[in-house]
């Protein structure tokens, strides 16, 4: 498994993650990815950074909160855009909670566009406070 940054040269594996100490966000992906994939060489994708950082649950309900989320802080990508019309399509009751997710989004300091490679060894409970993360 090998975690690449598009156009730079960065290469960890799942044990170089593993290795990072236990409170950091390096620790954190891979410690999901190795709990949670279903390849047995999982590639790590910014979505599983974002999902550290804004909940750690592992549901569709889930999913399409953190891209609420993710809009609120300035993520407009036309996936995005396509999992949040979807789940609302999917899931009306949860709207007011979709919407709570967008807000928080928007009180938290942008960082959907941070080099998160370079962060891997920072606590994730320092990233979440610096950005203003819930």
Request: net charge positive; aromatic share 0%; hydrophobic share 30%.
């Given at each position: 498994?090998?975690?690449?940054?598009?156009?730079?040269?960065?290469?960890?594996?799942m044990d170089d993650l593993i290795d990072y100490p236990q409170d950091s966000l390096g620790f954190h992906v891979g410690n999901h990815l190795f709990n949670n994939s279903f390849e047995p060489d999982p590639t790590p994708e910014k979505e599983d950074i974002y999902r550290m950082l804004i909940t750690e649950r592992i549901s569709d309900k889930e999913d399409i909160a953190m891209y609420y989320y993710l809009l609120g802080n300035g993520y407009i990508t036309s996936q995005a855009i396509f999992i949040i019309a979807t789940g609302a399509l999917l899931y009306p009751l949860s709207i007011k909670y979709f919407y709570s997710k967008y807000c928080d989004g928007k009180n938290a300091l942008r960082f959907h566009d941070l080099d998160y490679f370079k962060m891997l060894h920072l606590p994730i409970n320092r990233i979440k406070d610096t950005f203003l993360i819930k």
């Open positions: 498994m090998k975690l690449q940054k598009k156009h730079a040269k960065t290469e960890l594996s």
